[in-house]
T-cell receptor, first 110, second 115 residues
Framework: QKEVEQNSGPLSVPEGAIASLNCTYSDRGSQSFFWYRQYSGKSPELIMFIYSNGDKEDGRFTAQLNKASQYVSLLIRDSQPSDSATYLCAGGGGADGLTFGKGTHLIIQP | GAGVSQTPSNKVTEKGKYVELRCDPISGHTALYWYRQSLGQGPEFLIYFQGTGAADDSGLPNDRFFAVRPEGSVSTLKIQRTERGDSAVYLC?????????????FGSGTRLTVV
């Protein structure tokens, strides 16, 4: 059974601070990992994907992958109120589809 | 089209009825996925199409669920004898690559309510 675990939150972060979102996964065969942002009542929107150990940066977002620890994280620098949403971590890809976590609800306090 | 289009956006049906949900992927995308998202949960994989064929339908919960993609573009998810537990948002996604390694683009979803 492939599982992706996330703390459901809510995670409350002051505006301008760094938001740190974490995720662990059970399937060592998973090759790629994805972070999606989902606003209430909307569909998930891809933020980043990562498949190599280490860090990957894109603007204010940094994804981190540690395959030995089966751990994925997303850092959001200079958090803005518009970053308030549910963040979904997913692993896998290909014919098996993606296995999603339940998501972490992030609140950026102005 | 510019994005993944799903119709209808909302569907209310009575228990026991048959429903069809439509997905029109981004033009040229060969991979198409169906997911189901219940309240407070992440999306749950249902089925993956590569072209016209279902490459993996292991996520379909039972034989009441069926999906087709006859011409390798538009896909229809069909649910027979609907049950209240089928109520969820059904999401379609497409990808330009054969294995979605760079992630998917999701449509806006169909909210199905079985009463």
């Amino acid at each position: 059974q492939k599982e992706v675990e996330q703390n459901s939150g809510p995670l409350s972060v002051p505006e301008g601070a760094i938001a740190s979102l974490n995720c662990t996964y059970s399937d060592r065969g998973s090759q790629s990992f994805f972070w999606y942002r989902q606003y209430s009542g909307k569909s998930p929107e891809l933020i980043m994907f990562i498949y190599s150990n280490g860090d990957k940066e894109d603007g204010r977002f940094t994804a981190q992958l540690n395959k030995a620890s089966q751990y994925v994280s997303l850092l959001i620098r200079d958090s803005q109120p518009s970053d308030s949403a549910t963040y979904l971590c997913a692993g896998g890809g290909g014919a098996d589809g993606l296995t999603f976590g339940k998501g972490t609800h992030l609140i950026i306090q102005p | 089209g510019a994005g993944v289009s799903q119709t209808p956006s909302n569907k209310v049906t009575e228990k026991g009825k048959y429903v069809e949900l439509r997905c029109d992927p981004i033009s040229g995308h060969t991979a198409l996925y169906w997911y189901r998202q219940s309240l407070g949960q992440g999306p749950e994989f249902l089925i993956y199409f590569q072209g016209t064929g279902a490459a993996d339908d292991s996520g379909l919960p039972n034989d009441r669920f069926f999906a087709v993609r006859p011409e390798g573009s538009v896909s229809t998810l069909k649910i027979q004898r609907t049950e209240r537990g089928d109520s969820a948002v059904y999401l379609c996604a497409s990808s330009p690559t054969t294995e979605g390694v760079s992630g998917y683009t999701f449509g806006s979803g169909t909210r199905l309510t079985v009463v």
